[in-house]
């Protein structure tokens, strides 16, 4: 007697191999083919806005005035306490579109796409694993942002891009190995296989999404030892550092040992005692921050 098809077992997820999967990955990018499943058509949107080079800022505020959660993720980004020192409220889009410039909306866009898809049902599955990439995301771009303020090191707007955008190569891998019906495996060779892989996977997205050179080069050599030969600049170093800094938020005593380990902390001239007093006076602020990128 045949089995209903609902008394079935299912059968399980079969096992991609990483370095296959991202050769793969690499390719469709490298052809232009970006596969994210249920992007917002808002960000293709401004997206096109932006690569106008005639386009004015009110020419781009009216393309995101068309989403109103997106026109008020960018209004409480350009108010926030950094990026809007003076406190004087900016209530056109206009000029918030001139406050952040030309990457940071185009990041923003991007971002709040990105949280919109991963609310879509065809990744539901996937919701807590691309929660946790976000959430440490805006992190990291908050305290990129403090870095490249403190240090004068790198442009803080195109800090906080890169810290945004950083971990778009993890968030691609996973979502991509869910379409594909199977799981990456989770022993130490595919999770180091995949910690190497994901920036260059990122590099390429922001590449095809026109972010600035220094942003993609930044993402690309994050999880560079010693500075790439060509291509990397301050931006890597303040990015490599945030990345280290993350779980020093919240545990502090590892302070001394990630500042020792992490050479991009000596580029930049900072020791344990000036880590701790940046993440002492700056606590507040950083909080201020990612709360509004998490919107």
């Known amino acids: 007697m045949a089995i209903p098809a609902s008394q079935k077992q299912k059968e399980p997820p079969s096992a991609l191999a990483p370095s296959e999967f991202l050769k793969e990955l690499s390719a469709e990018l490298a052809s232009g083919d970006v596969r ?3 992007f917002p058509d ?5 997206q096109r806005a932006l690569e106008d080079p005639r386009a004015t800022p ?3 505020a009216r393309v995101i005035g068309i989403d109103a959660a997106l026109a008020v993720r960018i209004l409480r980004l350009a108010n926030s306490a950094f990026l809007n020192p003076s406190g004087k409220p900016i209530t056109e889009l206009q000029q918030a579109v001139h406050r952040l410039g030309h990457q940071l909306v185009r990041c923003t866009a991007m971002s709040f796409a990105l949280q919109q898809m991963n609310a879509g049902a065809s990744v539901a599955a996937l919701r807590p694993q691309l ?4 959430r440490k995301g805006t992190l990291v771009a908050s ?3 403090v870095l490249a303020r403190e240090t004068r090191a790198a442009n803080p ?3 906080l891009v890169a810290g945004l955008m950083h971990n778009i190569g993890s968030l691609y891998i996973t979502v991509r190995a869910h379409q594909h019906g199977a799981t990456l495996g989770a022993d130490d060779a595919a999770t180091r296989v995949l910690d190497k892989g994901h920036p260059r996977i990122a590099g390429a ?3 095809q999404w026109k972010f600035a050179p220094s942003i993609v080069s930044a993402v690309s050599n994050q999880n560079a030892s010693t500075p790439p030969v060509t291509g990397a600049g301050p931006l890597t170093d303040v990015l490599i550092a945030a990345i280290s800094l993350v779980p020093c938020v919240f545990y502090r005593g590892l302070l001394d040992e990630t500042v020792t380990a992490v050479t991009a902390f000596q580029r930049l001239a900072l020791d344990t005692a000036d880590c701790k007093r940046l993440l002492g006076t700056t606590a507040g ?4 921050l990612h709360s509004a990128l998490v919107g």
């Open 285 to 288: 602020q950083i909080k201020s």
């Open 157 to 159: 707007d195109e800090a």
């Open 36 to 38: 994210l499943p249920s």
């Open 42 to 46: 808002i960000a293709q949107r401004v």
């Open 131 to 134: 929660h946790e990439l976000w």
């Open 205 to 207: 997205i922001l590449g």
């Open 58 to 60: 009110a020419q781009v």
């Open 143 to 145: 305290i990129a942002y």
